[in-house]
């Protein structure tokens, strides 16, 4: 009753980047989104929100995930404020961290929205920064054009792109906390911090999907893994892998029901994606390389070219380029 009462004020006039190592949290973030008629962008990484805004590029609102590998959301909004970046930077952060407003005051941000993203916030937030900020005259006619437009029919909370692009980052999640949980004792930090920010990403996504119990799961292991209990995660994390690999197989299942519908290919903009991710590899520029596989992400294919782009995504993950380069040589050979 709460989500129904909200009033989503139109705001064409506005514009959001997204930024979240989890592409299932992108896609929520994104379909939470459209109904505003917001200028939408996102991407994977840090970095890649450095490479944007150096080339020029400005939004009203910057969503920043709060853990991402590599450059953390504080990392990168602090990067960004000493480029002199001075728009609004809000961080999206899990529940357990919620209400510490402070600690992200501190570190650069103008606000923060708790994951699952909470509807009311997000809408509260999108008010403050980017509807409020307009004269009155800008809103109106918004509000106005709105009306007169035919609204679109929903899509369903779960559908079968959502559950591809779940299926995906499940995958990069199984493989990673597997090979802590076999190689974890003795184990680096890095390995450490690699195998919390997995279990807090699919700890958020679960949720989307309206699994709360293997949420709850994700949840305790990100727990142990913050409070270094090693023994504990080598002992619980295969049966929750299990688990999820279980919940993967019925979703693939899903997909495959005649109701998913097949792909029409576009041959041309997949083999010029493909050649420009192969270039990127070979010069080890992941940012235009990530950005190629967002692209190929964002549209449906036949399963042949998803088991390509899955295992490409794997190995971006473990940045092996050249054996990238192969495989989509060998593919497009084929």
């Known amino acids: 009753m709460k989500r129904m009462q909200i009033t989503r004020d139109p705001m064409p006039y506005g514009s959001v980047l997204i930024v979240d190592d989890v592409e299932t949290n992108i896609f929520v973030a994104t379909g939470l989104l459209s109904p505003y008629a917001l200028r939408l962008d996102s991407t994977y990484s840090g ?7 150096k080339g020029g590029k400005e939004y009203d609102i910057i969503l920043m995930d709060h853990m991402m590998p590599k450059m953390d959301g504080v990392e990168t909004t602090r990067i960004l404020r000493e480029m002199g970046y001075a728009r609004p930077i809000v961080a999206l952060t899990a529940n357990a961290v919620a209400g510490q407003a402070g600690f992200f005051l501190e ?3 103008d606000d923060y929205i708790s994951k699952p993203i909470d509807v009311r916030q997000l809408n509260s937030v999108l008010n403050k920064l980017i509807r409020d900020k307009q004269p009155a005259g800008v809103v109106g006619e918004a509000r106005r054009r709105a009306l007169e437009t035919p609204t679109e029919a929903k899509q369903p909370a779960i559908n079968p792109a959502f559950a591809e692009v779940f299926i995906r980052d499940a995958g990069r999640t199984i493989a990673a906390l597997e090979k802590f949980a076999k190689y974890g004792n003795p184990c680096r930090e890095d390995d450490l911090r690699a195998y919390v920010i997995h ?13 709360l ?14 409070g270094n209990n090693i023994d504990a995660i080598i002992a619980e994390t295969p049966a929750f892998v299990d688990s999820l690999r279980e919940y993967v197989k019925k979703l693939k299942l899903f997909l495959e029901e005649p109701a998913a519908g097949a792909a029409d290919e576009d041959k041309d903009f997949l083999a010029e994606k493909l050649l420009a991710i192969k270039e990127a590899c070979g010069q080890y520029d ?6 190629g596989l967002a692209e190929l992400g964002a549209r449906t294919w036949s399963p042949l070219t998803r088991d390509l782009l899955d295992v490409v995504s794997e190995k971006f993950l473990h940045s092996d380029f050249d054996e990238i380069a192969d495989l989509i040589t060998a593919f497009l050979e084929a």
Request: net charge negative; charged share 25%.
């Open 286 to 291: 992941e940012y235009t390389a990530e950005e």
């Open 107 to 109: 570190n650069g941000f």
């Open 199 to 211: 279990a807090h990403g699919v700890k958020s996504a679960l949720a989307y999907m309206g699994r």
């Open 213 to 226: 119990d293997l949420s709850a799961v994700a949840l305790k292991l990100e727990t142990l893994g913050r």
């Open 47 to 53: 970095y890649g929100v450095i490479e944007k805004i």
